[in-house]
């Protein structure tokens, strides 16, 4: 065979562009049409009037932005504190302290606030500390929130921190700048654009997150709530496409400042730069461990709360042990199908996405496909990370739903709930198979054409293989994300097939608060069980083959 | 007309608005070691990569043994490459990168066959089983060589196959292949911006600048009598001094300075740079008739001779760069002295100023 030439390469990735227009563009463009159509179906901006002169939606509105505010404000510094903890200190146990910031990615949003509920909510355990406040509405969706949005942060953070360059500090030392003023004038500066990016980036997941308004917002109303509140309890499919757009315009607005920022603190990495190692300061150590280890306790006990209330019979009133509820199937919105399900479609968007993602990275990247076509995919593969899962999420239920769409045979099964969140996840799939591929010699493909063999050859026996590490990485990702996101299914699951994480939702509505966390918990456990058996895969393949350098997982996107 | 192993007609290569390869004619006998040399740049590897077919032209025709193969697919033109990186890929063995190339439907006994005759060749029999990883950079260098060699290609084409190589190694390795390429007589066209390996190696010298060909010759001929300033300049130490053209065969030089040089066909008055390379300056003995002196600068040491800096004249007049035998007496001239140079009128060579850019 020889290798696809041009027009065959160029071919293949018109096609992955067209999928991404078909099944990212449109749903997008539906949902912007549908918020401007009339019933008489011409164009109309009643809807948005009929929306903003509602005096809801001012409240809403204002309420976003409020607790967006908050839980940046809380979050950035707290999110440094412990990429700060891992990344220049000496503290023990750094292991633990990782995998604990990191635990809220592996279980839905939902399930801090209901945590929160137990600890603080009407039967609280802790409730009588709070005096006369009470934690629904604006401080239990700020707390949640925060929880659910720390790791993202710190990821981004360690990221910006890691890229130190020691020849600075140690010229800083020569020139007698104390440790207070090396942190001031080299450490704060060298990660403003991450600082900038950990900050967007947690205003964009939290003014899309529905689960915690959800559970704890109380009268607190916010623009994820609305959008879930239109569709769902009204059915009112236009009003809820007007307050998507309006929660999209921001949040695209942050992810795309936030990837202008990410860009510019990896271009502040010197390609020289020596690599930092803390030396041993007990002080600082000290002041960080303190810090690092009381927002670890804090997420270690909203875990261990989920999980006590979860095996004892009557939260707080009866505690003695039981398993009543892990019975799934007696409780409405849940049964022990959800779990199953759940695995089932995480491990096919794993695969799906991770072969798609790495495929047109490919193709994008190092084929020979135009330079234009090369442009315009690499570009709508950004795209996704922009929009809310919501937006999303209701967007394909509009597009696919149409009857006169040849594409409606998808809607109402289990493809859409595939296609939603391989699209909903694209972005952070295709930048990490891009920094992987963008890691390889260029010359592989010029030797392979040379010698004759076919793109195909060099693909499967020299690209796949070095890439592996980043492969287990990205199906990991989006395994761990498809068993945790509810926004983005919320309104395309089958009514015969229910997904564990909406389970999660349906019967903390219904009052069934114990098996809801229960099986927020066991998604926990899935996802545990996933990165251990991701980890281990990734240690083999360190050992079966020569080290070739894993890029680190480029940021968390928009994944609430 | 005896059909070369290649030859450029007219080549050519646009990107976008640059032109990074500009009418490129050449000649390559079959056999033959050619070089193409010039600053970073020039062109040069994107003509390598026009010829293998990387690139295609926007212009021109590249004929093998007379045959038009311009628009073929890069593994139809015969030829094997070996790339600056090397492209080795990391995960297979030696052995497997080696029998890459081989077409699919040879046996397997065959290939094993080709790829232990290869390495050997090389000298790394004992290294099938390897990794890259495992092996040095001159290791490296040697199986990217065979992959190359493989498929038993006419042309062999290397960019820049000793760049990424320490200098001591590099010397090792120029030997090498130098050898290697004789004994297998295969036509071989070697990219590089560094002249001292094109004078060693090649037996055809093709220096380009801005995407055009300045000179082809032999290396003797590039270097004794190259063809402009910047060949001259380019393929070794020279010093380049701003001239008029006076009278009976002398130039005047800025400092006011005459010197004998031959001044045929140029008009008296105009603007010259008169050149000689530091190895063809003498320092002057008693006999010699129009002598130059002026103040040592610098001095570098450079084993088997020094070379000096002097000024001509007063404080801002010329500089001249001179290589001194170590043993000769004015060699330990220091800093201040002053020395008297003869510029043989026979290794003078005169090129028109050039325009400023």
Redesign the interface.
Same mark, same amino acid.
């Given at each position: 065979m =020889?290798l696809p030439?041009g027009p065959s390469a160029g071919l293949l990735l018109l096609i992955f562009a067209v999928a991404l227009a078909l099944f990212f563009g449109a749903p997008l463009g539906e949902l912007a049409w549908r918020s401007l159509s009339a019933a008489d179906g011409g164009l109309t901006l009643a809807h948005y009037a009929e929306y903003l002169t509602s005096p809801g939606l001012q409240r809403s509105l204002v309420n976003t932005a409020v607790l967006g505010a908050w839980v940046v404000a809380l979050v950035t510094p707290a999110a440094f504190l412990i990429a700060y903890g891992l990344e220049r200190t000496r503290l023990p146990l750094k292991g633990m302290l990782a995998s604990l910031a990191a635990a809220p990615l592996l279980v839905p949003s939902l399930l801090p606030a209901l945590a929160l509920v137990y600890l603080f909510g009407r039967q609280g355990l802790l409730k009588p500390m709070l005096g006369g406040w009470t934690i629904y509405g604006a401080p239990g969706l700020v707390i949640a929130d925060s929880i659910a949005a720390l790791p993202h942060a710190v990821v981004i953070l360690r990221t910006a921190l890691s890229g130190a360059d020691a020849r600075l500090y140690e010229q800083a030392k020569l020139l007698g700048a104390s440790g207070w003023k090396r942190f001031w004038t080299i450490t704060l500066p060298g990660c403003r654009h991450g600082l900038v990016a950990a900050a967007l980036v947690v205003f964009a997941l939290t003014i899309a997150d529905v689960g915690a308004p959800k559970v704890v917002g109380g009268g607190f109303d916010v623009l994820a709530l609305d959008i879930y509140k239109q569709v769902i309890g009204q059915q009112n499919f236009e009003m809820g496409a007007v307050v998507a757009i309006m929660l999209l315009l921001p949040t695209a607005a942050a992810i795309l400042f936030e990837r202008h920022a990410a860009s510019r603190q990896a271009a502040s990495v010197s390609a020289q730069a020596k690599a930092y190692h803390p030396e041993p300061d007990r002080g600082r150590d000290l002041v960080v461990g303190i810090g690092c280890v009381l927002i670890a306790l804090a997420i270690a006990a909203v875990m261990a709360t989920a999980q006590l209330a979860a095996v004892v019979r009557q939260w707080p009133y009866d505690l003695s042990l039981t398993g009543i509820h892990y019975d799934f199937d007696r409780y409405d919105g849940g049964g022990w199908s959800a779990i199953t399900n759940s695995v089932m479609l995480a491990l096919v968007t794993a695969v799906v996405g991770t072969v798609l993602a790495f495929v047109g990275a490919y193709l994008a990247e190092r084929s020979q496909a135009g330079r234009g076509l090369k442009r315009v995919y690499s570009v709508l593969a950004l795209g996704p990370a922009a929009v809310p899962g919501l937006a999303l999420g209701l967007g394909f239920a509009l597009f696919f739903n149409d009857p006169a769409n040849p594409l409606h045979l998808i809607y109402g099964t289990v493809g859409i709930l595939i296609a939603a969140n391989v699209v909903h996840f694209f972005t952070v799939a295709h930048l990490t198979s891009v920094s992987m591929l963008k890691s390889l010699?260029p $010359?592989?493909e &010029? $030797? $392979? @054409?040379?010698?004759? @063999?076919g793109g195909l050859t060099l693909f499967g @026996?020299?690209i796949a293989?070095?890439s592996a590490p980043a492969l287990v990485e990205i199906a990991l990702y989006l395994f761990v994300n498809a068993m945790t996101t509810v926004s983005v299914v919320v309104f395309l699951y089958p009514p015969e097939f229910k997904l564990a994480a909406v389970a999660v939702l349906n019967m903390d509505d219904a009052g069934d608060s114990a098996p809801a966390a229960a099986m927020g918990m066991l998604i926990l456990y899935v996802n545990i069980a996933a990165r251990i058996v991701g980890g281990l895969a990734l240690r083999r393949l360190a050992r079966r083959? =020569? &080290?070739?350098e894993t890029p680190d997982t480029v940021l968390a996107g928009v994944a609430p | 007309m005896s059909a070369s192993a290649l030859e450029l007609r007219g080549l050519s290569k646009r990107f976008g608005r640059t032109l990074a390869v500009d009418g490129l004619n050449l000649d390559v006998p079959t056999g033959s070691f050619v070089c193409l040399v010039g600053p970073s740049g020039c062109g040069k590897t994107t003509a390598l990569r026009l010829i293998a077919g990387l690139e295609s032209p926007s212009e021109g025709a590249i004929l093998s043994e007379g045959v038009d193969i311009t628009r073929r697919h890069p593994a139809e033109r015969g030829l094997g490459m070996v790339f600056q990186s090397y492209a080795l890929f990391p995960n297979l063995t030696v052995g497997a990168n080696v029998s890459f190339g081989l077409p699919g439907a040879m046996p397997t006994a065959q290939k094993q066959a080709r790829v232990a005759e290869l390495l050997e060749l090389v000298g790394l029999a004992a290294f099938a089983q390897r990794r890259p990883a495992d092996l040095s950079g001159g290791q490296q260098q040697r199986v990217a060589l065979a992959r190359a060699l493989a498929p038993g290609p006419r042309i062999l084409l290397l960019d820049e196959p000793l760049s990424a190589l320490d200098p001591h190694l590099r010397d090792q390795l120029r030997a090498e292949l130098k050898a290697l390429q004789a004994r297998l007589g295969i036509t071989t066209i070697m990219v590089t911006h560094d002249q001292a390996e094109a004078l060693a190696l090649a037996d055809q010298i093709a220096v380009m600048r801005g995407g055009r060909l300045e000179q082809v010759g032999s290396p003797e001929a590039i270097y004794g009598a190259p063809a402009n300033a910047f060949v001259a300049s380019f393929i070794g130490p020279l010093n380049q001094l701003p001239a008029t053209v006076g009278e009976a065969g002398q130039v005047v030089l800025a400092n006011g300075a005459r010197i004998a040089a031959d001044i045929s066909g140029l008009a008296k008055g105009a603007a010259v740079i008169a050149t000689i390379r530091p190895d063809a300056v003498r320092i002057a003995g008693a006999s010699d008739a129009g002598a130059l002196s002026g103040q040592v600068i610098a001095r570098e040491f450079a084993g088997a001779s020094v070379r000096l800096s002097i000024r001509l004249g007063d404080e801002g007049g010329p500089v001249l760069r001179l290589d001194v035998g170590a043993d000769h007496p004015r060699a330990s001239a220091g800093l201040g002295e002053v020395v008297d140079v003869a510029l043989p009128a026979d290794q003078v060579r005169l090129f028109a100023a050039e325009p400023r850019a």
């Open positions: =020889t030439k010699d $010359a592989f &010029p $030797a $392979a @054409r040379v010698l004759g @063999r @026996r020299v293989p070095l083959s =020569t &080290p070739v | -």
